[in-house]
C-alpha cells in the first residue's frame, strides 16, 4: 500500500497562504483519484479537495476559489494551494488517495483507501 507524508502545515495569519505538500511512496500514475481532507476536534473529517485520473477537481463549497489542488506525476507528489486563509480553514489537513474507480465523491473520506499522517494548520485572526 502506497504511504503518503504530507508537509506544509504552520501558523499563519488570515489572509494569507500555505502550501501543502503530500509526497507519495510510489507512483500516483493510475490512482483513481486522490485528495485533501481536514478535521478539527469533535468534528467529521471534510473533504476538501480532490483532483481524478484525467484531472478533473472537486472542492468543498467554502474553499471553491481560495483553495487549488495539483499533483506533479513525475515527483509523486500532490499540492494544496491555500489562499485568502480564514480562521475557520484551521485543522489538521490530511492527504488520501483511491486506487479503484468510483461513481461516487471523492470528497467522501469513506471513499479513500489510504491515508497519511496530517499535518496542521492555524490561521490567527
Excluded: H
Aim: glycine share 12%; hydrophobic share 30%; with cysteine.
Amino acid at each position: 500500500q502506497v504511504q503518503l507524508v504530507e508537509s506544509g502545515g504552520g501558523s499563519v495569519q488570515a489572509g494569507g497562504s500555505l502550501r501543502l505538500s503530500c509526497q507519495a511512496s510510489r507512483s500516483i500514475d493510475g490512482y483513481y483519484c486522490m485528495g485533501w481532507f481536514r478535521q478539527v476536534p469533535g468534528k467529521e473529517r471534510e473533504g476538501v479537495a480532490s483532483i481524478e485520473f484525467g484531472g478533473t477537481t472537486s472542492y468543498t463549497d467554502s474553499v471553491k476559489g481560495r483553495f487549488t489542488i495539483s499533483e506533479d506525476n513525475a515527483k509523486n507528489i500532490l499540492y494544496l494551494q491555500m489562499d485568502s486563509l480564514k480562521p475557520e480553514d484551521a485543522a489538521m489537513y490530511y492527504c488520501a488517495t483511491r486506487f479503484f474507480r468510483y461513481d461516487g465523491s471523492c470528497l467522501t473520506s469513506s471513499a479513500m483507501d489510504a491515508w497519511g499522517k496530517g499535518t496542521l494548520v492555524t490561521v490567527s485572526s
